[in-house]
């Protein structure tokens, strides 16, 4: 905490660490002496992949708050070091984004939402079972799978950002697992969508709110700006679904799935030239 005191500590702790950058980071979990942070590896990966030129440290400083805090504070003719690197959330869509250098933001809402693009979940599952080398079937099965979800989870989706708003919340982002329909390890993935419209009724009722006016949030948005956690839980199940339909191996995990997801990620950016999301990146990555 020492370094972060003053803009001083700030250069010095890059220094210290014998790295270009420090990128502070959300996330962050302590296990064994350890404080680990899948946007951590997240954002290394994607700097490595991008810009091989760079030596950074991320640092995980847990909640998107705690980073707001350190982005409106951040000169970067000061501490010209530093980056702070946020999920997006609904930041776009409520005009609460913080346009500064040194600050940058996921592509979607999430880096979840980013690693398990659409256009790359059959290449994952290909790096996650090697064994299985013919992808038309998951491709076909991805595309009809995501179709579902978007047309099952829009709306609620459009209802959350009304209560973002207006200060309700809609979605939980603390358990996700209960809007998808239950069922055993490898059963076909699917949104709860009456777990969905009891939280969105329920938020829509008791004391009167404010009128929410000129959302614009459209179904094509989604699931690049699904609810992080949501949208990764069920690409976990998509994961689990194929691996259960195609291999006889253990069982996957959602710690192996998102570190595969992310190392997946930074090759997809590599093969596919000229996608949205790569040039994205490339954009904002040139500005650190």
Known sequence: MAFERTALGQQNRSLFLGVEKIIYVEGGRSDKGFTE????????????ERRPDLRVRAIPKGSKNILVELAQSLDRNVTPDVVIA????????TGSSIDKP????????SFEN????????????SDLCPLCDDTTEIQRD??????????DAWWAHFADVCGQVVGRGVISRNQPQRYLVSGNYGSRPK?????????????NTGR???????VQLK??????????????????????????????????????????????????????????????????????
């Open 102 to 109: 040194g600050v940058i933001y996921t592509f979607g809402y």
């Open 142 to 151: 991805v595309h009809e799978l995501m179709n579902e979800y978007v047309t």
């Open 86 to 93: 946020m999920d997006r959330d609904y930041d776009e869509l």
């Open 37 to 48: 942070s899948f946007d951590g590896m997240f954002w290394k990966k994607i700097v490595a």
């Open 219 to 288: 179904k094509e948005m989604i699931p690049r700006l699904s609810v992080g956690h949501l949208y990764a839980a069920f690409c976990f199940r998509l994961m689990a679904f194929f691996h259960n339909k195609h291999s006889n191996t253990a069982k996957l995990t959602k710690d192996s799935v998102t570190s595969s997801a992310i190392q997946s990620f930074a090759s997809f950016l590599r093969r596919d030239g000229s996608s949205a999301i790569k040039e994205y990146y490339d954009e904002i990555l040139a500005t650190i």
């Open 114 to 125: 980013d690693v398990f693009h659409p256009d790359n979940l059959a290449n994952l599952f």
């Open 208 to 214: 009167a709110r404010p009128a929410v006016r000129g």
């Open 191 to 203: 949104i709860a969508k009456a777990s969905l419209a009891i939280d969105v009724y329920r938020a």
